[in-house]
């Protein structure tokens, strides 16, 4: 069985050479050496490594050098910034860089409507270029609706269940109280969700028995071929580790063999249209 982690980052220690812009839970740097041996320690094949917005913003340049080191473990994915006047350059660019396999959009942290034009125009380059774009999109399920029916073209992930969670413990007292907003989403065939750091919503300890109710009922919804597994590390890093988040699935008796391959790996090496080593 091929383990494909769906998000992880990757970043250095604040320096002058490449500042933080802003502040991510967890250690004071991760780099790509310490991903690939924390993936290796539990056998986790490869992963998408997604820039993070919140020290590097639109800067995806320490990401693309883990990639250089190790192009067969990751698929780089970057955000977008809506206001630039040069989407879909920026989106044609990144397209034809190596190892590239997506886009994303920070809805939860950008200040835009549907209506937005240069959200639409990430929207419909992703389209255009063949990029699934990752939307963070928790406490904006409503804008988000409204965008996935304006670019029914656009393969389209939600991330992280489409639900608030925490940096740190505890999990919010109703942490799936929004689900019943996520779950409409599912009517639109491009539309995939990333069922990442679903632990660090749990009340209960490992292997967090108490998220698979709401799980099931999103596996229901969407189907299992559209949702993909992920840790979110290391922004989970202060409620769990990352053999848990790791071993809390390959573990889980409601889940048989091949829907346990289906939703660790192999949805996720066809709606990206990569794998490791490809």
């Known amino acids: 069985m091929v383990t494909i982690d769906s998000q992880v980052h ?36 490869g992963a998408l490594l997604v820039s993070p917005y919140a020290m590097y913003r639109y800067d995806a340049s320490y990401a693309m050098e883990v990639y ?13 910034n809506p206001r630039s006047e040069t989407i879909d350059d920026d989106l044609s660019e990144w397209a034809t860089t190596p190892g590239v396999v997506g886009a994303r959009f920070m809805l939860a942290r950008e200040e835009v409507e549907a209506h937005d034009p240069g959200v639409n125009n990430i929207l419909q380059s992703g389209a255009k270029y063949g990029l699934p ?69 749990s009340h209960e300890d490992f ?26 590390w290391t922004r989970a890093i202060n409620l769990l580790n990352y053999e848990q988040g790791v071993e809390a699935f390959r573990i889980a008796d409601h889940l048989s063999d091949d829907e346990r391959e289906k939703l660790m790996g192999r949805n996720l090496a066809r709606i990206y249209d990569w794998s490791p080593g490809s």
């Open 10 to 45: 990757t970043y250095e220690r604040n320096h002058p050479g490449r500042p933080w812009v802003g502040f991510l839970h967890g250690p004071d740097e991760v780099t790509g050496d310490d991903m690939v041996a924390a993936m290796d320690a539990v056998g986790v094949d």
């Open 68 to 80: 250089e080191k190790h192009p067969s473990r990751f698929g780089l994915i970057k955000p977008f």
């Open 133 to 201: 774009i990752n939307i963070l999109g928790w406490g904006k399920l409503d804008v988000l609706t409204e965008l996935v029916k304006r670019n029914q073209n656009t393969q389209i992930v939600i991330d992280h269940l489409g639900l608030s969670q925490p940096f740190e413990p505890p999990a919010p007292e109703q942490p799936f109280q929004d689900l019943k907003d996520v779950l409409p989403l599912a009517e639109f065939d491009n539309v995939a969700i990333k069922i990442s750091g679903a632990c660090t919503l």
């Open 207 to 232: 292997p967090y028995p108490d998220i698979w109710p709401a799980l099931n009922e999103m596996f229901e919804a969407f189907g299992l071929e559209r949702c993909l597994w992920g840790t979110d």
